[in-house]
């Protein structure tokens, strides 16, 4: 089995200019933890993460989205106003990775997953030449796994 | 396949009012993204990650690591001081996840991904009535899967 036949295509990918909100916004929307980020000719040049950006189920504790809560009292509101709206309007180039680890659409699943586990990555994009072309995620593993159980009736 | 034969065990826990700070040291020393918590009996009553508590290798842009680069000229710098100080004592009970799902040491592998997929989980604990005996990460399934691959050597 080969990358091609379990990647999710086409990807969405973002621009480097693109704002952190406008990021977020996208992920949330389209329901995926990642986004390709290509320049002005449309070659991979990063990857901006959800972890990267928001505030998880949780909240990471020591993100701004808890400083009002847990430091309200001592931090003047206006230094907390300044970092929402400084933070939301800076560009993906600024905060995502670098050096992408990528696969192409030949790559079998035993290089998905070796990649996957080497790098501790959770997704990782395909591209063809430099062009981000799908994704594969450690979700797209996992419901490959279930469907492939022995006795599954290929859910 | 069931969960005993692939849990990693014995799982390493932390206690309820153990600070952040440790929470990190350990998971850094171990190797491990998330750590369930346990009362004074040593029940299970929550579960706290990595992305919880530290910042990623590329580093939580939102996260108090990077005040001092991105905020230094116009927060004052005893302000910075004092969130790191806090967030450090911290206890792991005020950001730990409830209401954790688990598994127990004879639900079969589909068990496992079903609650992975569905939940949208990374790792889940394996309970011994209320005690944590074991942990399944979505890193052990794909060496599960690496291993069971059509030609492997069974690495």
Redesign the interface.
């Known amino acids: 089995m080969f990358v091609h036949q379990i990647m999710f295509a086409p990807v969405i990918t973002v621009d480097e200019d693109c704002s952190?909100e406008d990021a977020a916004k996208i992920m949330l929307d389209r329901n995926v933890g990642g986004l390709p980020v290509v320049d002005e000719r449309g070659d991979l040049t990063g990857i901006v993460t959800e972890?990267?950006?928001v505030?998880?189920?949780?909240?990471?504790?020591?993100?701004?989205?808890r400083f009002p809560q847990?430091?309200g009292e001592?931090?003047p509101h206006e230094?907390v106003e300044?970092?929402y709206e400084?933070?939301r309007r800076?560009a993906v180039r600024?905060?995502m990775?670098h050096n992408v680890v990528t696969l192409t659409e030949v790559d079998t699943?035993?290089t998905v997953?070796?990649k996957?586990?080497t790098g501790g990555l959770h997704r990782i994009p395909v591209v063809r030449g430099r062009k981000p072309v799908g994704i594969v995620t450690?979700?797209d593993?996992?419901?490959?796994?279930?469907e492939h159980?022995p006795g599954?009736s290929q859910k």
Chains 1, 2 share one sequence.
């Not at 505030?55 to 989205?65: C, H, L, N, V």
């Not at 593993?141 to 279930?146: F, K």
């Open positions: 952190l972890s990267d950006i505030a998880r189920e949780k909240g990471i504790p020591f993100s701004i989205y847990m430091f001592w931090m230094h300044r970092i400084s933070a800076w600024e905060i990775s699943i035993e997953l070796e996957m586990l450690r979700r593993l996992l419901r490959l796994m279930l159980l599954s």
